[in-house]
């Protein structure tokens, strides 16, 4: 699926004569400077901007670099922060902290300090305080923030990224791409591809109307193993963009222990590159979403439950929030930026387990005994899902300030023991696939019979852990066939059959012909020479 982003990128390439040249100037103005301050970083003309662009103090090309400065001190990015000044080992400190620590340090008189060796003895051996060098650590103490707490450089407005609404994949060739890797799941993908067609036009068309267009955030509910998690991930793979996966159950409240709130919208923030504008047209699933309910019975502050869910109410309907930078806590050490969640899709994701019980009793509330009774039975037990409402959720611990910015909630059906055979070998990258790609790099033919996949698929469903199960099952059984088969050259096929997944029998096993089939061309040519 071609990327419907629109990047018009133009980056300068600075030569070697270039900066040879420069080089040679700034070494040349610094012999005829001798006699101004250490603390004059750069020269300033009559218009307040710097003399000295391309080139800072640390020998660093500005140019070259695509992500913003960041004060030592304060932590705040120049597009905060203002002008920084640049110090050597790449440290850079904004205006404003400079000018409180050269105020502070102005106020002792240092030359009678250091001119009176008895006064230094004694301080030091009375405040335990010693002046080092700070140079001598050598490479142990550079000083510089690493790029993964550095934001990138916002974009001029003929440069960003745009979305061209006639390039956004119709949900029709949504639902296709994801047909070849998601297996089943048809109302669920239906209802995916609907949801994010129309969140990427919203995206495209902003404001250019007086219509408004609210999110579509969505909800999904399915057995564990159902396919939630790698339904999202495929989509964000085929459309692109920036995905972040979060797990809801090391969330809690700020000022607790765990994960904050915020740390959802910085593992985007990283996943884009820590390119704002990217991140905030990404996508946000955050799985386990049920482990975040209202606890019924507990007298103490529910911290991981609703508190998590009203903190993340402003995620979810669109605000500015202010997010760490590398890290998933904000603390003084961290840079800090502002991420406007307005055009982030958030889907949801969990499993739901109790919530069966409660469709159930709202179905059967009508008596059993009667002309109008119903049997308990009537409705199977694997379809149950289907029937949800917001009230059936509301009732399993979820707020409705919290459902109301989920407006579309689907749901995915567990898999049958056809569909887990299907899984097996009709997907693109199935599970089976794997296995012979990787065996074929070893020239054997790996093969299995349907009664093997059946007896697979039968053992998968006891586990009762959904496709998760397949890949445990398989390993399990061709762990000694990996290992005896590159011992003996000779063997050229492997069949499986149901006989040795089910521990009665072993597997087919045919040895290669003698004379082997060659796919070299050159090599074929040089063995009929030799005939």
């Known amino acids: 699926m071609s990327d419907f982003f629109n990047n018009d990128d133009n980056k300068d390439n600075t030569t070697n004569e270039t900066t040879n040249t420069e080089t040679t100037a700034n070494t040349n103005s610094s012999d005829n400077n001798d006699n101004k301050s250490a603390m004059d970083f750069r020269e300033i003309d009559e218009n307040g901007k710097s003399t000295v662009d391309d080139k800072d103090l640390s020998g660093s090309d500005k140019k070259d670099s695509d992500y913003e400065d960041i004060c030592f001190i304060c932590r705040r990015p120049e597009s905060k922060a203002g002008r920084m000044y640049k110090l050597p080992n790449h440290i850079c400190v904004c205006e404003d902290c400079m000018h409180r620590t050269m105020d502070t340090v ?37 000083g510089g923030i690493p790029n993964s707490q550095k934001i990138k450089k916002s974009k001029k407005k003929e440069e960003e990224d745009t979305i061209d609404i006639k390039k956004i994949p119709a949900p029709h060739k949504i639902k296709a791409q994801l047909d070849e890797y998601v297996i089943g799941q048809d109302q669920a993908k239906k209802v995916i591809s609907v949801a994010v067609y129309n969140h990427y036009k919203r995206v495209a068309t902003g404001t250019m109307d007086d219509i408004e267009i609210d999110k579509s955030n969505i909800l999904m509910i399915g057995p564990t193993g159902s396919g939630k998690t790698y339904l999202v991930k495929t989509l964000a793979r085929l459309l692109d963009v920036p995905l972040a996966i979060a797990d809801a159950t090391s969330l809690t409240e700020a000022g607790y222990i765990g994960d904050d709130i915020e740390s959802v919208i910085s593992k985007l923030l990283a996943a884009a590159g820590n390119d704002v504008k990217k991140a905030e047209r990404g996508i946000v699933f955050i799985d386990e979403i049920d482990k975040i309910a209202k606890k019924k019975s507990t007298t103490a502050r529910d911290v991981s439950g609703e508190s998590v869910q009203q903190g993340m109410l402003k995620l979810l309907e669109g605000s500015e929030v202010e997010v760490p930078v590398g890290a998933n806590s904000k603390n003084a050490m961290v840079p800090l930026t502002t991420v406007n969640t307005k055009n982030i899709l958030f889907i949801c994701g969990g499993a739901f387990p109790d919530l069966t019980d409660i469709i159930k009793n709202r179905l059967n509330k009508s008596s059993s005994i009667g002309f109008n009774s119903e049997l308990k039975d ?45 899984i097996l070998k009709e997907p693109k990258n199935a599970i089976l696939k794997q296995y012979q790609k990787l065996l074929e790099l070893d020239e054997v033919d790996l093969r299995f019979d349907d009664g093997a996949l059946e007896a697979i698929a039968e053992k998968a469903l006891e586990k009762d852990t959904g496709a998760r199960a397949l890949r445990s099952i398989i390993e399990e059984f061709m762990l000694d066939i990996m290992y005896e088969i590159p011992k003996d050259d000779n063997i050229g096929r492997v069949t499986l059959t149901r006989e040795y997944i089910e521990g009665t029998g072993g597997p087919q096993i045919e040895i290669r012909s003698e004379k082997p089939k060659i796919e070299n061309k050159a090599e074929a040519a040089i063995e009929d020479k030799k005939e």
């Open 106 to 142: 102005s106020q002792y008189d240092y030359n009678n300090l250091l001119n009176n060796p008895e006064l230094m003895n004694q301080l030091n051996k009375n405040s335990g305080i010693t002046f080092m060098n700070l140079g001598d650590f050598g490479s142990n103490l550079q």
């Open 378 to 422: 009537k409705y199977d037990e694997d379809d149950l899902l289907s029937h949800v409402t917001t009230e059936d959720i509301k009732k399993f611990g979820m707020i409705p300030e919290f459902l109301g910015r989920l407006p579309i909630v689907c749901t995915l059906s567990g898999l049958t023991k056809e569909a887990l055979i299907t």
